[in-house]
């Protein structure tokens, strides 16, 4: 179908609009008052402004206002939001740091931060369980297959960006990598737990190996652990795999 001139004339009219708002520096046009624009670039601002500020206190608190301000502004200019819900703005601004930030002088952990930070809202929002069925609250965790919580995210980073803060900022990512887990406990309440790798993998066999037992996972990492004494493993594991259940990291096992 073809686009009529008008409709095409409108077009490049709201995009010019749209452009000048994202950039103060953008010249605007003499037909265009320069005060009315002023007041949609000071509300199109203040909304980002506010949002990431609140989605990001950790990050916000590591700039002082100007540093801020410019870094918002260049997100606006640079990144083009695709998603049309504003609780995803948090989202496209991590892509923004990870992908197109250019700035000179940044911390090498703020993509990891912006992150971890995002995940918090991610996991208060989730949906994710709401469709479950079929699973038992208080199967054996040993003798079925343990179902991670849809809701839990379990993170590594380079970084140990949980513990960042104006007066703790890295220059060089650690020796060992940081391992989180960000969940939802049954009140909806989000907690963060840093965990240890043998931790990580087993979330991570418990995801990928959806027909294996609690009791074969905590066997196969004993087995990639070579301990000499692999018993000690799995009932290390199995107070691990209750602990996760009553964190309500774990829902249970899968029927």
């Keep these: 179908m073809s686009t009529s001139p008008e409709s095409a004339n409108f077009r490049e009219i709201q995009q010019r609009f749209a452009g000048i708002i994202r950039d103060p520096a953008a010249p605007v046009p003499p037909d ?9 670039r000071e509300l199109f601002f203040n909304g980002f402004d506010s949002h990431l500020s609140g989605n990001f206190p950790v990050l916000r608190s590591l700039f002082d206002k100007p540093a801020w301000e410019a870094m918002v502004h260049d997100f606006m200019i640079r990144h083009r939001c695709r998603t049309p819900l504003f609780t995803e703005i948090g989202l496209e601004f991590v892509s923004y740091l990870q992908n197109e930030r250019q700035a000179e002088g940044d911390p090498a952990f703020l993509a990891e931060l912006a992150h971890y930070e995002y995940v918090e809202l991610a996991v208060a929002l989730s949906d994710a369980d709401h469709e479950l069925s079929g699973n038992d609250p208080n199967g054996d965790l040993l003798s079925g ?13 380079r970084f140990p960006v949980h513990r960042i803060s104006p007066e703790f900022q890295p220059r060089e990512p650690g020796d060992q990598p940081t391992h989180l887990l960000v969940y939802r406990d049954r009140e ?28 074969e996972c905590l066997k196969c990492i004993a087995d990639e652990l070579q301990h000499p004494q ?22 249970g096992t899968r029927r």
Aim: charge should be negative; glycine fraction near 2%; aromatic fraction near 6%.
């Design 32 to 40: 265009m008052p320069e005060e009315r624009m002023a007041v949609y």
């Design 230 to 251: 692999p018993d000690d493993v799995i009932q290390a594991g199995i107070l691990l795999l209750t602990e996760l259940r009553e964190r309500n990291i774990l829902l």
């Design 145 to 157: 297959c343990p179902l991670v919580a849809p809701t839990t995210w379990n993170l590594s980073y």
């Design 188 to 215: 909806y309440k989000v907690h963060f737990l840093e965990i240890n790798v043998v931790t990580q993998r087993l979330l991570t066999l418990l995801r990928q190996n959806l027909q294996t037992t609690g009791l």
